[in-house]
Every structure is written in structure tokens, then in C-alpha cells.
């Protein structure tokens, strides 16, 4: 029974000593929520831009949508709104708008966007939740709790 044990404690040993450094602090990193590893990463994302005939296609705006929580729907209607033309999404999730835009134009409005409709104006955090409440939007922090309402499109 005793001898079990200490077998069994040294097979254990055997596995850890096993792992280089390496692969313990990525075990141990890939255990931590998902909201503390990307809040280190967070960047602004960018758009990957195609034109297609006199459309511009946002190849990655499903991506885009859910690296900054919000509903696909609103940063739709965003695009839209900013650049003045019909938006829609295909089939691939992916944004299709009618016209030419430059990925600079695309990008400086996905930066806009952010740090108006994502960030929280009081404490900087990203973790933040946007929800329609009549004529206005609701921008809710996770981290420190304010609350900021925005004219709602
Ligand atoms: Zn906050």
C-alpha cells in the first residue's frame, strides 16, 4: 500500500519533469480564461479587403465582429451609415459594400469604431457590452461597471 504510493508519486514526478519550461507555462497559460489572455493581446483588428467589381469585400468581417463582442448586425449597419452606401452580408459571413474603399478608410472607421462603440470611456476596457435601449445604445463595462449611452443607429 505504502510502496503504491510512493510509486505512484514518483510517476508523477517523472510526468512533470517530463514538460520543458516551455510546455508548463503554456499548459498552465492555456488554463487561464480566455478575457486575461486577450486582454494582453488586444489590438484593433484589421480588415482583409478584396474589391470585386465595384464592391468592396471585407473577407474577414465575421472575425472582426466577434474579436470585439459585438453583434455582426450593428457593425453592419455602422459601415453603412459611415460610408453611405448598401452593406450586406454574404453567405461566407463575409461584408459586402457597394463601391471602392481603400483599406485605409475601412481601417480608420474599425478604429473609430472601437474606441466609440467598445471601449469604455472610463476605465479603457474592452470588456464591454453594447445593447440597443430605444433611441440609444448602451455601452456597458464588464470591469468597472460604468454605463455610457451613445446615439444608437
Ligand atoms: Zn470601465
Known amino acids: 500500500m505504502f510502496l503504491d504510493t510512493i510509486n505512484e508519486v514518483i510517476d508523477l514526478v517523472k510526468k512533470v519533469s517530463e514538460y520543458t519550461y516551455d510546455e508548463l507555462l503554456e499548459r498552465a497559460y492555456s488554463k487561464l480564461p480566455t478575457k486575461v489572455r486577450s486582454q494582453e493581446a488586444f489590438q484593433i483588428p484589421k480588415a482583409e479587403i478584396i474589391i470585386v467589381g465595384g464592391k468592396t469585400v471585407i473577407r474577414n468581417f465575421r472575425w472582426i465582429a466577434d474579436y470585439l463582442s459585438r453583434d455582426p448586425k450593428i457593425l453592419q449597419r455602422y459601415f453603412a451609415k459611415e460610408l ?37 470611456p472610463t476605465c479603457g476596457s474592452r470588456f464591454t457590452e453594447l445593447k440597443r435601449s430605444g433611441k440609444v445604445f448602451i455601452l456597458k463595462c464588464l470591469a468597472c461597471g460604468a454605463e455610457t449611452s451613445l446615439q444608437a443607429f
Not at 463601391?99 to 481601417?107: E, L, P, Q, S, T
Not at 478604429?111 to 466609440?116: A, G, M, N, P, Q
Open 84 to 120: 453611405a452606401v448598401p452593406a450586406y452580408m454574404d453567405e461566407s459571413q463575409q461584408l459586402v459594400l457597394q463601391g471602392r474603399f481603400g483599406a485605409h478608410v475601412i481601417n480608420k472607421l474599425i478604429e473609430i469604431f472601437v474606441k466609440k462603440y467598445v471601449l469604455c
